[in-house]
């Protein structure tokens, strides 16, 4: 007898080939047998009507400090989604010294969004330096599967120190350095993370970014000596002239290491409509010379939600803003009643008083705004109020104890037309979710049913067959997950029962789960029945479950 | 199928000037010429960086203008 069979489904195997009917037994974590008429299973799950496939594998997260307080990294799992990568970007939660911690926490909260209280309310489970600790750390709470990076500026941090962020290393640095990346790799790490653009808490260039060519090229040979093992940049994104470059640099270091390169995110744009072409022609052309270089890219379109609230990146581009959002909320609110701060916000908002800036942002409901204004544009309000647009969002959200957001809803990356085909190219990798990241902008989850609900079943870009297995085998080889993404017997039993005729991410909105109370915006899932981890149930009918199968499988695939 | 030509960069030296860079670089130009051509083709780095002007090791910094703009 199996522990679990999953009956009458349509099994999709993860290979794009056509789905068919079939039965899914599973015995222990591992998948044993798929086919017709399978013997009896202690827990039978009926899927008449459902697909089932693989467990969804996500490769951009930032999950490393929401996993040390919920170990299904809520809400991905509902979403089908069973292995995350966080430690991306040069950013992870090891190896890391505990006099360090508070300038990385920085880090996070200036490139993640994502509130000091977050890891400070978790300093009692903060025991661990190195990074086996870490793992070890979060390992028993584990919902979904984890194969985290290593990040470059922890890398960095812990071997130069302050001087990290001051010059590029000695020999004897980067020989340390190789050594340290060796010793992360074995404890758990599926490889290392970097980034060219991100700035920590005062501003100045994070530690990766002080590297030279030659100490990439030396971490790279570990990971090539490590079996190939994946390099993940960020790279100047805004300009594509820029990340072609980078492109031919992770080119060379994949042709000379043997290892896969990927960088995020690339994005469509009307703008500059030749951008995402362009880089992905540079890729084409690398990848026919044998180079293994993947752009992440996201299925959703981009939007940005922001209040006085919180430091965001909406607002990044007006410096009094930002300086005034950094400051502590009673030194922000004292500010904001000052009429002469008002109006040097307001000054820096350009001749037209903010409209091109804000006037068709949108009022959200569901918290302090008014409900006569939510759902509204602001530049209509601004009107009836009588006020320039940026002197109404400071007035509303006075008004109103700062809690009021605003929604950009058209923030690019949204034309189905262009973005379907780019996708669809098998040198495409999608991502760039950033999972567990910019809590107070956008909800970084659901992509994975957007994929679904847009890219099938709207514009027919993909097949469903097509769909799941640009989320499921193709990011388990790119990534060297020989253990998952795919059903077949003797893999992972990783699986997610899902209605393709209503898959989908529901509506954005707020939750308060963030340690210190924090707030996030969430997505819940439309159409996932039920969600195994390694042969559990975790996730069923709407509810999780209390099963904590979910393991460190970066480990396993080393 | 072989690269097709894109904007040629160099990295910075360790300790390297916008100058130094540009006699590296450009070597036929006047070092100050060649220095303000380089800092119009970064503004990445000469307007959009605080301070304007730090050079990474890590930066890509571009030794001709886009290729449309030298094309049109």
């Known amino acids: ?558 | 199928m072989s690269l097709s030509p894109q904007r040629r960069f160099v990295t910075p030296a360790a300790g390297e000037a916008v100058e130094d860079l540009a006699r590296r670089a450009l070597p036929d130009r006047p070092v100050a010429e060649a220095a303000d051509a380089i800092r119009s083709w970064n503004l990445h780095i000469f307007a959009m960086r605080r301070p304007a002007g730090l050079l990474l090791c890590s930066d890509v910094v571009f030794v001709e203008p886009p290729r449309a703009a030298a094309a049109a």
């Open chain 1, 1 to 558: 007898m199996y522990d679990i069979v999953i009956r009458n489904g349509l099994v999709i195997d993860g290979e794009g080939g056509p789905g068919r009917r079939a039965d899914v037994a599973i015995a222990g974590s591992r998948i044993v047998a798929v086919g017709e008429d399978l013997g009896a299973g202690r827990h039978e799950i009926d899927a008449g009507g459902k697909a089932v496939a693989p467990g969804f594998i996500d490769p951009h997260t930032h999950f490393d400090a929401q996993l040390l307080w919920d170990g299904h990294a809520r809400p991905v799992l509902e979403h089908g989604v069973t292995c995350v990568i966080p430690g991306n970007c040069s950013l992870s939660l090891a190896p890391l010294r505990a006099a360090d911690r508070p300038a990385v926490i920085g880090m996070f909260q200036q490139i993640e969004e994502m509130p000091p209280e977050a890891f400070t309310e978790r300093f009692a489970k903060w025991t661990w330096e190195d990074f086996a600790g870490y793992c070890r750390t979060i390992a028993p709470d584990l919902g979904v599967n984890v194969a985290p990076l290593v990040g470059h500026s922890l890398i960095r941090l812990w071997v130069m120190g302050a001087d990290s962020q001051q010059r590029p290393a000695t020999d004897a640095e980067i020989a340390a350095m190789q050594e340290l990346l060796e010793v992360c790799l074995s404890d758990g790490a599926i490889g290392l993370s970097t980034s060219f653009v991100d700035m920590d808490a005062e501003g100045r260039p994070v530690p990766s970014r002080f590297a030279d060519f030659r100490e990439l090229d030396a971490l790279s040979a570990v990971l090539g000596r490590a079996g190939g093992r994946m390099l993940q940049v960020v790279p100047e994104f805004y300009d594509v002239d820029l990340t072609i470059a980078r492109i031919d640099q992770l080119a060379e270091l994949s042709l000379r290491h043997g290892i896969p390169t990927t960088f995020s995110p690339v994005f469509d744009s009307k703008a500059t409509p030749q951008a995402a072409p362009r880089i992905l022609a540079r890729v084409e052309e690398q990848a026919a010379l044998g180079a293994r270089v993947w752009p992440q890219m996201q299925t959703r379109p981009i939007d940005i939600s922001f209040s006085l609230l919180n430091p965001s990146l909406f607002l990044a581009r007006l410096p009094n803003w930002w300086r005034l959002l950094k400051r502590p909320l009673p030194e922000r609110l004292a500010a904001l009643n000052d009429p002469k701060v008002r109006a040097d916000l307001i000054a820096d908002c350009g001749a037209d008083g903010g409209a091109a800036i804000f006037g068709d942002l949108i009022i959200r409901g569901g918290d302090g705004a008014p409900a006569a204004y939510a759902g509204r544009r602001l530049g209509e309000v601004a009107a009836e109020r009588g006020e320039g647009a940026a002197e109404a969002v400071l007035a509303i959200s006075l008004e109103n104890g700062l809690d009021v957001a605003l929604l950009a809803a058209s923030g690019g990356h949204e034309d189905t037309g262009r973005i379907g085909p780019m996708l669809a190219s098998p040198l495409v990798h999608i991502g760039a979710s950033d999972g567990g990241a910019h809590l107070a902008s956008f909800a970084t989850y659901g992509d994975t049913g957007y994929l679904f609900s847009e890219f099938v079943r709207r514009s027919g870009h993909f097949t469903l067959e097509q769909a799941v297995k640009k989320i499921t085998a193709d990011p388990a080889d790119i990534w060297g997950l020989a253990d998952r993404g795919r059903l077949k017997p003797g893999l992972a039993a990783d699986v997610v029962i899902f209605d393709p005729s209503t898959i989908d991410r529901d509506v954005e909105r707020p939750v308060f789960d963030v340690p210190g109370e924090g707030m996030r915006y969430t997505r819940s899932a439309i159409g996932v029945q039920t969600v195994l981890v390694n042969g559990e149930v975790a996730y069923e009918d709407g509810a999780y479950t209390a099963a904590k199968a979910g393991v460190i499988c970066s480990l396993e695939a080393a």
